[in-house]
C-alpha cells in the first residue's frame, strides 16, 4: 500500500484487516519486521515562515527536500538529523516523518535538543483510522497534553504521522573543530566533558577511531575563533589540539552516519548513557565504538549474536539494536513492568487491534 | 467558571478519611481545619477559590505514595500543588479535594557536573535549583517570571517557559528525569541522567499534563554552564508593525538573542510611572538580551544596531555597565506589578506565529475599545508567546465577567491566526472551556486516552484541562 494523502492513510487504516509495516524512506529497518508495507508518500512543504522559524511538511517528504529549503533561507533543523541507511544497510532517502517515528538527532543533540525537543506539532492517524492533531505551528504552545513528544520516537506504534511541524535555528555561518588525537575513548569522556562543562557553546562533542576527541563550535565568524581559542587551551590537559576549519562539516557527517561501521559485519549496538559511565561500558564491551553526545552515546560494533546489552551492564540508561537479527535479544530496551505496562495500555487504546508495527518496541 | 458538584459521600465521609491519613502520616503533614486550609483555597488565579477537604503536606516520596494509595481507595479526588503560583487556576481546589503540597520537599539530592545535571525534590523552587549550582558557573534554564516562588513540580505540571527560553527552550527541554506517584501509590522512575527515552518518551506527556497523570516527587534536571556575560539593548519605535517587522529582521538576520521582550505603550507608561525605568515615550520598545564573552556580544549587537537601523527607531539604547542593563531590563520585570497598581488585571498567554503579530495587536487593540477594558501587551516576542493584561475592575459588578469574555475573544483570535491558547501557563481551569476552539474533539479524544492509562478512575485534578461535558463520563467512573 502506498497514500500520498491524509485521507488515504486514514481510509487504509481503517479499512485494513491485519498488521502494517510503516516506511517512510525505509532507511531505519529496526524492529520487527511483519506486516504488509504501508508507504507513507504524504509530500510537500505546505508551510515555511523563515522570520517565523518554523516548517510545516507532509511526514513523506524527504529530509534532503527540507534541508534544501531550509539552507537557501539560511536556516536548519536544529537537532541535526542523520542518516543510518548506509550504516544499516538500506538503501532509500529518509523522509522527515521517519526521522521523527525513530526520534532521530545528530551531534547538536548535546546542546541544540533531539528531534523531539524542535518538533511542535503533529497530525497522525491511529490504528483505527482516526485523524488526531497535536501541537500546531508555534513554538510556545502548553494547550493540552504534549502528544507531540509522545509521537517523536514512537516508532509508528501509536499512529501513523501524516504531517509534522518543527521550529528552526538561523544555520551558522562558521564552524570550527578541536581534535585531540591520541586519547582513548575513555580518555577522550573527561576531555568532552571539561568542554561541555565550559561557557563556549559546544555543539558537537565525540570521538572516532583514527580522528581522537572532537569538539565543535559554531556561530559568527569572531565569537568561533574566540571559543574555538579558549577551548584549546582548556583542552590543554588532554593533549594538543589541532584546528579543523574546511574539513569540519565533513567529520560531523562521518560520525554521525558513522562511516567508519559501515559495511563491517557484525551487530550495531546504540547506547545511551551518562558520560561518566561511558568508559567503563565501553571497557566492558571490548570492541569497536564511536562516542558522541559527550560520551553519552555510545555506538558499538560486536560480533554478530552478541547480546551487547547484557555485556555492557550494568550502567542507568538504555540500549538498542540497530543492526542484527539473533533471536532471543531484544531489539528495544526491556522496561521494568510497570512501565511497559503504560506502555502497552497507550498502544491499546491507540491502536486497538494492534496492527501498527506489532511488536516493534515490546 | 464551573466547577463539578463536590460529591456528598465524600464530604459526609471527611471524618474518616482525614483519620486515615493521619494515620499513615506525621501529624503536622495533615491539615483539616478551616482555618488552616483556607492558604490553599486558590492559588495566583485568585478570582476563583474554595476550600479543598483536606492538605497534605508529605515529607517525602514514600508519604506521597502513602496518601495516595488512600486516597485512591476512598475514591478522593487529589489536587497536587507545588507553590501555589498557577496562573490558570491549575492548583485551585474543590470541596471534595485532598490538596497535596510539595512545598516541604525541596531537597537538593544530587548535583554532578561532568554529566551536568541536578537532582532535586520537586518541591524546591525553580531560583533555588540555579542557586544550588550557579557558584560552580552553572544554571537552570527555564526562568518562569515567578522564579523566586514557583516550584519545579509545577513547573513540570505546565511546563513552564520563561523570558530566555528563545535559546534555551522550556521546562521539556530541560527535563531529564522525573520520580512519578500514580494514584494507586505506585513509584515510577521514568528518564534518569541519560538523554531520551529507551521506549515510548513518557516523560514528554507527563511534562504539561497538569498534574492529571501522576505527583511527581523528585526531578532530574539539565544544568548548563553560564555563558561569560550578558547585555540587553533597548529599541523604541513609533509604531508596533515596525518592532514587529524588526523581530522578524533579526530573526531571519542569523543572530539567535536569548530573550526579544515587546512593550507596547500601555506598559510603557504603566511602568515608566511605577518604576521610574527611564523608557522613553513611544508607542513600542524592544529589549534584546545577548549572551557571550564581551567581543561575541559586540558582534551580535553590532548586527542588531545594523538590522535596526533599518526601521528608524526613536531609541536604540546600549547597556554600557551593569547598572544600565538593569535599568533596561527593570521596568519589563516591574511590568506585572506596575499594572496590577493602577487595576485588577487578568493575564493572557496565548501563542502566534510571529508574522502574525502586527495584525493581531491592531485586532486587540480594537477589541479592547469596543469592549471598553483597557488591554497593555508585555510578551516574548522572539516565539509569539503573547501576554496581554486586560485592566479591570473587581469592585465593579459585571467587570470581571466583561473581562473574561474580551480575555475569550483575543484567545480564539490567537488560535485563528495559527496560534494556541495556552503559551507557558496551562490551561487549568481558566482556558478549560475554550479548548473545543483550538481542538476536534477526536483531538482531546486522544488525549484523554492517556489519562485513562496513568488515572483509570480519573481522581487527580480531574475538573482541570477538558471541559466538564467532554470529560463527565469518564470522572463519574
Sequence with gaps: MRVESERDLSEALRDVAGPVRIVGGDTRPVGARGGARLSVAIRGISLYEPAALTLVAGAGTPLAEVEAVLAAEGQRLPFEPVRWGPVLGAGGDSTIGGVVAANVSGPRRVQAGACRDSLIGVRFVDGTGVVVKNGGRVMKNVTGYDLVKLMAGSWGTLGVLSEVSFKLLPASTTEATLIVADLTPAEAVAALSAALGSPYDVTGAGWMPGVGAMLRVEGLAESVAYRAGRLAALLAPFGSPRQERDGSATLWRDLGELVVFQGQPGDLWRFSLRPSEAPAVVARLGCPVVLDWGGGLVWALVPEGVDARALAAPYAGHATRMRGSASGVATFQPEPAPLAALAAGLRARFDPRGILNPGSMG | ?477
Design chain 2, 1 to 477: 467558571m464551573q466547577m463539578p458538584i463536590p460529591n456528598p459521600t465524600i464530604l459526609a465521609r471527611k471524618a474518616q478519611i482525614v483519620a486515615r491519613l493521619r494515620a499513615v502520616l506525621p501529624a503536622d503533614a495533615v491539615i483539616d481545619d478551616p482555618a488552616e486550609t483556607r492558604a490553599y483555597e486558590c492559588d495566583a488565579l485568585s478570582a476563583y477559590r474554595c476550600q479543598p477537604l483536606a492538605v497534605v503536606l508529605p515529607r517525602s516520596t514514600a508519604e506521597v505514595a502513602a496518601a495516595l494509595r488512600i486516597c485512591h481507595e476512598e475514591r478522593v479526588p487529589v489536587v497536587p500543588r507545588g507553590a501555589g503560583t498557577s496562573l490558570a487556576g491549575g492548583a485551585m481546589p474543590s470541596e471534595d479535594a485532598v490538596v497535596l503540597g510539595l512545598a516541604r520537599m525541596n531537597a537538593v539530592l544530587e548535583v554532578n557536573y561532568p554529566d551536568r545535571f541536578i537532582r532535586v525534590e520537586a518541591g524546591r523552587t525553580n531560583l533555588s535549583v540555579t542557586g544550588a549550582v550557579e557558584e560552580s558557573g552553572f544554571f537552570y534554564a527555564p526562568d518562569p517570571s515567578s522564579q523566586l516562588a514557583c516550584a519545579i513540580a509545577g513547573n513540570i505540571a505546565m511546563n513552564s517557559g520563561g523570558a530566555h527560553c528563545l535559546k534555551y527552550g522550556v521546562t521539556t527541554n530541560n527535563l531529564l528525569g522525573v520520580t512519578l506517584v500514580t494514584m494507586a501509590g505506585e513509584v515510577l522512575e521514568i528518564g534518569g541522567a541519560h538523554l531520551d527515552a529507551p521506549g515510548l518518551d513518557l516523560l514528554g506527556v507527563i511534562c504539561g499534563s497538569e498534574g492529571q497523570l501522576g505527583v511527581v516527587t523528585e526531578a532530574t534536571l539539565r544544568i548548563l554552564a553560564k555563558p561569560e556575560g550578558a547585555r540587553p539593548v533597548l529599541i523604541g519605535f513609533d509604531a508596533n508593525e515596525v518592532a514587529g517587522a524588526c523581530v522578524a529582521d533579526i530573526i531571519r538576520a542569523g543572530v539567535l538573542p536569548v530573550a526579544i521582550e515587546f512593550m507596547d505603550r500601555p506598559c510603557i507608561r504603566a511602568t515608566e510611572d511605577f518604576a521610574h525605568a527611564g523608557y522613553p515615550d513611544c508607542e513600542a520598545l524592544l529589549i534584546v538580551e545577548v549572551e557571550g564573552s564581551p567581543a561575541e556580544i559586540d558582534e551580535q549587537l553590532g548586527l542588531i544596531r545594523q538590522i535596526a537601523a533599518h526601521h528608524n527607531p526613536v531609541e536604540f539604547r546600549e547597556a554600557e555597565t551593569e547598572e544600565e542593563a538593569r535599568r533596561i531590563w527593570l521596568g519589563r520585570k516591574s511590568a506585572f506589578g506596575a499594572m496590577g497598581q493602577i487595576n485588577d488585571y487578568m493575564c493572557l498567554d496565548g501563542t502566534i506565529p510571529v508574522s502574525a503579530l502586527p495584525l493581531v495587536l491592531r485586532r486587540i487593540g480594537e477589541m479592547s475599545a469596543e469592549a471598553g477594558l483597557d488591554v497593555a501587551n508585555v510578551f516574548h516576542a522572539g516565539d509569539g508567546n503573547m501576554h496581554p493584561l486586560i485592566l479591570y475592575d473587581a469592585n465593579l459588578p459585571g467587570d470581571l465577567a466583561r473581562c473574561e469574555a474580551l480575555g475569550a475573544e483575543i484567545l480564539k483570535l490567537c488560535v485563528e491566526v495559527g496560534g494556541c491558547l495556552t503559551g507557558e501557563h496551562g490551561v487549568g481551569v481558566e482556558k478549560r472551556d475554550l479548548m473545543a476552539v483550538q481542538f476536534e474533539a477526536s483531538d482531546l479524544e486522544a488525549q484523554m486516552r492517556v489519562k485513562d492509562v496513568f488515572d483509570p478512575v480519573w481522581l487527580l485534578n480531574p475538573a482541570k484541562v477538558f471541559p466538564l461535558a467532554i470529560s463527565a463520563a469518564r470522572r463519574a467512573g
